[in-house]
């Protein structure tokens, strides 16, 4: 008998054993008996194995499978197919759970209950997962995998923002495992980071790199410090990161890419000759780079005095991507710093192109709207106070620049004391100094001086009610009360005056007074908390409405949990796709609006993708100003809010 025939009779032996065909093994191993000569009694002996063997057989074979799908649904989440990962792992809970159910007593259980509870922590499931790791350790306490499941048990609690009691089973695993010492650390150390927490993070992070030099996980953990000590523009400190991760990082891109980063910080700490030659390293290697490359090199061109390099490198960022919504932006401010508006209304408007969402591409919709009150004022001589008016809005509202806004409308009353707009702008400044800076004392001495100079003013009556006064009555007068507001205008070729006021649509903005039954400006309501809302529920899926604060689009934690709640429900509905529609108030401009409802819906999307839920189930729309859910001011903050369209 030779080597070879032996390794061929093993590995047919093998392929009968893991297809599960004990009676193709018995067949094989007596065909082999008798072509090797073997004796009966020895055979026999071969048959008895056999049989004793099979029993084994089938549960492995159960238990084989179901690995193999958790492995497949490994390597497909990895590639960022979602729905078919979901399903490999399903599949491997499925296969783990007969092998529980129909043999109990095997060896396989804890593995089987393992593979459970890892298959749930994969598709999110974690309160699952939790329940499963907690069984395998109550049921086999001796065995090798209570280390695994007690650590992603603290994971998977603070993937449940758990964080306490995370914090609780990690420390255990870090005394009772000092194989896991490592990965519990750098977990909790993580966290604080996912938290933004980057104060703490720094702090736990450069721990670890300290104790565990020669861990897995230091090169995440060093990329994480840098990116920590970026967030809080703690330049040196990142460009020390970053320049470390350089060094650390096996992946050529990722090298190029943390180059760029130590550029950028060069770049913030003045170092502009080191950033440009940094970059300068990095540019042309990968294109998909390139964009921020040339944006950065741009950045220090300009730093250095060398404009017309810096704007034909700025306007070689190509993508419609937020590095091109900026670069064209500083190509825009460069040509509006030097007077050429109509140059710097191109750039705006391709900034605003490139990714009207990005923060650059909010800018460049303000920079518009203020050259439209430029072209305004310009083509306004016969109408000088409405023209520095809208002026003083766009600043207002706009751009958010309260303290040139409040010069501008001082200024509309004492160049224009005898305009109906003088005392508009009066009350306009009373009302960013009562609820922006928070100058009660001056808010109420404007006020008072409003219904000294104005008394017969729907403004004087508003300014009254400030200060507890009567108010007195009158017979309604021909012009409307709630006086409008011109900046929506802006976002139009300016035409004749007209009424902006939409059906449906509130109109008080800073600067309007409406009647008294729809604005009690000193009752100190505040908006009711999230969790006090009985939400209005989507049909089918009654995924709950998201809400956001003024000017925002940022995610709130009581919103965060009904995003929670929205993802688990969509998880038992797969194949479900929906659209993600974003809504404003009306403050602002219309097109303003719409930029900022495509925000929030957008960052709604991105957060469920975080949970696990796939992108390509997902589209994204902004209705703006257009549905609002109430016309009063004090609700306005039911407009700000986040719904859900099933579209299939």
């Known amino acids: 008998m030779t080597i070879m025939s032996e390794f061929d009779d093993i590995a047919r032996a093998e392929v009968c054993f893991q297809a599960d065909n004990c009676l193709s093994l018995t067949r094989l191993v007596c065909l082999t008996a008798a072509g090797r000569g073997i004796k009966f009694c020895v055979w026999i002996r071969l048959l008895v194995l056999i049989l004793l063997l099979g029993a084994d057989c089938a549960y492995f074979n159960t238990f084989y499978n179901a690995q193999n799908s958790y492995k497949q649904g490994l390597t497909l989440k990895e590639q960022g197919q979602a729905v078919q990962a979901k399903s490999k792992f399903e599949k491997s809970i499925e296969k783990s759970a007969v092998v529980i159910s129909r043999w109990p007593n095997s060896r396989w259980v804890d593995d089987a209950t393992f593979l459970i509870g890892m298959s749930y922590y994969q598709m999110g499931h974690y309160s699952k997962a939790m329940r499963h790791f907690e069984q395998l350790v109550l049921a086999f306490p001796n065995s090798g995998l209570v280390p695994q499941a007690q650590l992603y048990r603290g994971l998977a609690l603070l993937k449940d923002k758990q964080y306490g009691v995370a914090r609780v089973v990690l420390d255990n695993v870090r005394k009772d495992y000092p194989g896991l010492r490592d990965a519990a650390s750098f977990h909790l150390a993580e966290a604080l980071f996912n938290r933004e927490d980057y104060d703490c993070a720094i702090d736990s992070l450069s721990a670890f790199v300290e104790h565990f030099p020669h861990s897995r996980y230091v090169d995440t953990a060093v990329e994480d410090l840098a990116r920590a ?275 449906g649509m509130p109109t008080h903005k800073p600067g309007r007074v409406v009647k008294p039954e729809q604005e009690k400006p000193d009752t100190g309501r505040t908006e009711p908390e999230a969790d006090t809302v009985t939400y209005r529920k989507q049909e089918n899926l009654e995924l709950e409405i998201v809400h956001f604060d003024f000017d925002k689009w940022a995610i709130r934690p009581d919103d965060a949990e009904a995003l929670k709640r929205d993802t688990a429900l969509l998880n038992e509905y797969p194949f479900t796709k929906l659209e993600i529609v974003g809504h404003c108030d009306p403050r602002g401009t219309e097109e303003y609006n719409m930029v900022l409802g495509l925000k929030r819906a957008e960052v709604v999307m991105d957060f469920l993708v975080e949970l696990g839920v796939p992108k390509d189930r997902m589209s994204v729309r902004s209705e703006g100003e257009h549905r609002p859910i109430s016309t009063r001011p004090e609700e306005y903050w039911l407009d700000r809010r986040v719904e859900f369209e099933i579209t299939r």
């Open 229 to 503: 000590s970026f967030s809080l523009k703690r330049w040196d400190k990142a460009e020390y990161w970053y320049r470390k991760y350089a060094r650390v990082v096996h992946e050529p891109k990722e090298r190029a890419r943390a180059k760029l980063k130590v550029a950028a910080c060069l770049l913030e700490q003045g170092n502009y000759k080191q950033a440009i030659a940094q970059v300068d390293d990095v540019l042309g290697r990968y294109r998909e780079l390139d964009d921020e490359a040339n944006l950065l090199l741009g950045r220090s061109l300009a730093e250095v005095g060398r404009d017309k390099e810096a704007l034909e490198t700025w306007a070689k960022v190509r993508g419609r991507s937020n590095f091109g919504a900026e670069a064209f932006f500083r190509i825009g401010k460069y040509h509006e710093e030097h007077n050429d508006f109509a140059l710097a209304r191109v750039y705006y408007d391709t900034a605003k192109s490139r990714r009207a969402n990005s923060d650059y591409g909010v800018l460049a919709v303000k920079r518009l709207a203020l050259l439209d009150a430029f072209a305004l004022g310009d083509s306004s001589e016969r109408e000088p106070a409405k023209a520095m008016f809208l002026l003083a809005e766009v600043h207002n509202l706009n751009l958010g620049e309260y303290d040139e806004a409040m010069r501008l409308y001082q200024a509309v009353h004492d160049s224009f004391p005898q305009s109906k707009l003088a005392p508009k702008g009066l009350f306009a400044k009373a009302w960013i100094l009562k609820n922006v800076k928070n100058d009660t004392g001056i808010a109420l001495e404007l006020a008072e001086k409003i219904i000294k100079e104005y008394p017969e003013t729907d403004y004087a009556d508003e300014s009254r009610r400030w200060l507890g006064l009567p108010v007195p009555k009158r017979k309604p007068r021909p012009e409307s009360v709630a006086v409008k507001t011109d900046t929506a205008e802006l976002a139009e070729k300016p035409t004749e005056p007209r009424e902006e006021h939409r059906p």
